[in-house]
């Protein structure tokens, strides 16, 4: 065992909350360390081969997780600096001002955050800035209001595009740019390809390592260690985290700091608070509500293709557009439904993947005369959602919520594709092995005795641990959520700075 290190600041995981948090305190001079169980995705040939990506599933991690009857399962988590937003769709949405207040859903409420959209607003402007999203205001009729632009103008529509969106629009329908976070012109230079479920390494897409850890990397007081996984938080007397403990080429090492920030992605960061567990807090740490692992939300979402013999789709990256009509309600007066967004241009290769029968030649025509979109409803917060550990193991119970009013979602989007001219329109929902949207495990609220983080996402139970991830999020909302975990690591950024 090597000898102990110090930090002021430790941060454990550079995804989109880590990061942001650690470009929001690196002007204190802090001394600051991110702690990263990966390592930098490198250039090479896979990064935009369609074949290796989706069909070889090159870039997933060999893990698995378990279902609670004890079945294993390979998830799509990734492990690299940058977290899981090196391969996301870069949608840099504000959840909507409803979603900070309850919410009726056919199957459930979704509770009441416990600050109002008008709390977090500036802060999604700085994250808008921050990771230079590209946008429109004055389309989206449930669009929460801004205080600040767009700091760039939208990603343009490909002209096979913009012919649907102005279909949908002839039928009412309300199509608005997606909020992006991508400088196209720079991402095509490098491949023709989409971005979406693409590998990036420093192509024009803004994730959390080329936007917010770039910038935070830029002081000298903030330093960034690689390969270092972290296997266990050790308290002291007083409750206050004294030692974190992790794994580095095979060496064990433990790190001291004044203030550790958790940031180890929804399932990561609870199984870490749950393993951590010792004879002072035998249920885990930050668990005396007994919320840790609980409330795990994932988003019901599905791919629906829209197909016609006479449409030709020669785009090459498709996704700039959404609608959010049957957001508030079901467009008749009946509960919300949730938001539907274009995929990123799925092609012969990409189909394969999921149709490994039919040969790519065929599924290219099919592509040719499709286009692709992501349709997605609230998963409302459920106390026997969960993650737990089981030694080593993370085991995973799914408990959905509201998947009827997803249902009836993709039912009313079937239903507008075949009105503006899609004949064929087939659907496929997502399962566990997509935990894109993993949140809620370790939620935050005003009531210790049901939420382990305050509104600063602070533990109640241990006064220098703050947990800023996905996990903080107290509802799923039917929004990306990268943007949300920005805003609010930016706020607990500038609260941190405020006491220091
Ligand atoms: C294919 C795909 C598409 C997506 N598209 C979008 C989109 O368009 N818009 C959107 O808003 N969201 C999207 N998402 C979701 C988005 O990427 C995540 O919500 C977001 O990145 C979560 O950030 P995080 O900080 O919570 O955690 P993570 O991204 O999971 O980051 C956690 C980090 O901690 C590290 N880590 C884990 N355990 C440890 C440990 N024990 N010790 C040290 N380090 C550790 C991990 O390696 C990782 O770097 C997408 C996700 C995927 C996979």
Known sequence: MSAPEFADIVIIGSGIGGATIAASLADTG???????????????AENRDQRAIFQRGFFRPKEFWYEAGGEPFNPGNYYNVGGNSKFYGAVLARYRRQDFEEIAHAEGVSPAWPFSYDEL?????????????????????TEPAHSSPFPYPPVPDEPPIADVR????????????????????????????????HPHVNDGKMDAETAALAAALKFPNVNLEINARVTRLETAADGTISAVHYLQAGAEKTLHAKTVILSAGAVQSAALLLRSANDQFPKGLANSSDQVGRNFMNHNSSAVLALSPTYINDSIYQKTFGFNDFYLSDGAGGPPLGNVQLLGRVSGKILKSSLPLLPEWLLNVVSRHAIDFYAMSEDIPHSESRISVDGERIVLQWHRTNWNAHLAL????????????????????????????????????NDPDKAPLDTFCRAYDHANLYVVDASFLPTSAAVNPSLTIAAQALRVGAHLQAQR
């Not at 999604?124 to 389309?139: H, M």
Request: with cysteine; glycine share 10%; proline share 8%.
């Open 166 to 197: 102005a279909r949908l629009k002839a039928k009412g329908i309300h199509p608005y740019s997606l909020p992006l976070g991508i400088d196209i012109d720079k991402w095509l230079t490098k491949g023709q390809t989409p971005w979406d479920a």
């Open 30 to 44: 802090a001394n600051i360390l991110i702690l990263e169980a990966g390592a930098h995705l490198p250039e090479r």
């Open 410 to 445: 993709v039912a009313k989007l079937k239903a507008v594709l075949r009105e503006i001219g899609f004949p064929v329109v087939l659907s496929r929902a997502f399962d566990r092995r997509t935990p894109s949207h993993q949140c809620g495990t370790i939620r935050m609220g």
């Open 121 to 141: 607003e500036p802060w999604y402007g700085k994250a808008e800035q921050l990771y230079q999203v590209r946008g429109a205001l004055g389309q989206d009729p």
